[in-house]
């Protein structure tokens, strides 16, 4: 019967030597502790939207008719060169040139607020047309979950300004990595929404 060797200092385990998941992640932790929270919230939305519309495929069929592709594509457009942008100012932070890490997060968001501005101009038609959260199921899920979006969108905007004001690093990349979830969920909610019958 063998035994084991003695254990030695170098067999300790330390927690400098001990790596996290979150560590290997660009950013800070608790900004990916804030974006695993809210896909669960935009995913437990858009598997109440699947459930609701296996249960009434018709009024579905018929509100995403009354939809605009066009300006959902333009949209798409819009916060997937945004996410370009955003990739752009971390590889900037990271070579510390950091006045062009600013050009591009304000690329990031310019294209930000273009897709505001496209988005409250699809409200206005559809609530000049009469369509409100009360108009159907399916407008009541397609409010909340495109102007939840729209609120992230929002605050993706804040967090980019707020992080361009130094233009660090891990800062560029906190922010890349909000911005990038917001692409994200538009990602998912497109087709889900505007698209697939």
């Known amino acids: 019967m063998t035994s084991c060797p003695p254990a030695t200092m170098a067999d300790v385990p330390t927690a400098a030597s001990e790596a996290s998941v979150l560590d290997s992640l660009p950013g800070h932790p608790m900004i990916w502790l804030l974006i695993f929270s809210e896909l669960a919230a935009f995913g437990a939305l858009l598997v109440a939207f699947a459930v609701a519309k296996a249960l009434d495929p018709t009024t579905f069929a018929a509100g995403q008719a009354q939809l605009d ?12 060169t945004s996410g370009w942008c955003a990739a752009r100012a971390c590889a900037s932070a990271q070579a510390d040139a950091r006045a062009a890490a600013r050009r591009w997060l304000a690329g ?16 206005a038609d559809e609530i ?10 399916f407008f009541t ?25 130094r233009a660090e690093p891990a800062d560029v990349e906190t922010g890349a990595a909000f911005w ?8 998912m909610l497109v087709p889900i929404i505007y698209l697939m019958r």
């Open 108 to 123: 990031a968001g310019l294209l930000g607020v273009l897709f505001i501005a496209l988005k409250l101009v699809e409200y």
């Open 128 to 137: 000049g047309r009469g369509i409100d959260v009360e108009t159907s199921a």
């Open 141 to 165: 899920l397609y409010f909340l979950l495109t102007g939840f979006h729209l609120l992230h969108v929002v605050l993706g905007l804040v967090i980019l300004a707020v992080v361009a004001w």
């Open 180 to 187: 990038h979830m917001v692409d994200l969920v538009w990602l």
């Open 69 to 80: 592709p066009l300006i959902a594509s333009v949209n798409t457009l819009c916060l997937i």
